[in-house]
């Protein structure tokens, strides 16, 4: 498991942010304010899961060629780094060891709202001793091979497809 990004919040222009939970966060340099870690994840589908779900996608883009999904795991703490305790804790399900090629779509939990999945894993990572942790939450990430050329029509019709 490796750290993906690290994102802080700074005031830059409004359109380099993303919004996680409506507090707004943007990739520039790092500081210890608002910090947050993404740490990549296992394997978020059962082949079963993925073959279906590719199938269903098909069906609104038939030029879709594959699908891999995988767990990212939104740490909100002020370490710059992930302890080897917090790796361990995140470190569940079968390995991902699909490839990470085609377009990118990455699904959180809607803004303002908290999963049953991490308050639990939040009080774990509390009760285990990681008190700079404030918040852990898990997203999806799905890349999409063959949906590097759709029309943005078509690309909003496949990514309405996909929830957590």
């Not at 361990?88 to 990455?106: C, N, P």
């Not at 939990?109 to 009760?127: F, L, Q, V, Y």
């Amino acid at each position: 498991m490796g750290v993906l990004y690290c994102l802080h919040t700074k005031t830059v222009p409004e359109e380099r942010y993303f919004r996680y939970n409506m507090r707004a966060f943007c990739p520039l340099e790092l500081t210890r304010e608002n910090f947050m870690l993404i740490l990549s994840g296992a394997r978020a589908l059962s082949v079963f899961r993925q073959n279906r779900l590719l199938r269903d996608l098909q069906a609104v883009a038939p030029a879709l060629q594959g699908l891999s999904a995988r767990w990212l795991h939104l740490v909100e703490t002020d370490l710059t780094a992930a302890p080897a305790q917090l790796i361990d804790l995140l470190t569940y399900g079968d390995a991902f060891d699909d490839q990470e090629q085609g377009r990118l779509a990455v699904v959180v939990p809607r803004p303002g709202t908290i999963s049953p999945w991490s308050s639990k894993a939040s009080d774990i990572a509390r009760n285990t001793g990681l008190a700079s942790v404030q918040r852990i939450e898990r997203a999806t990430a799905y890349w999409l091979a063959g949906a590097e050329d759709l029309d943005d029509a078509t690309w909003q019709a496949l990514t309405a497809k996909l929830h957590d």
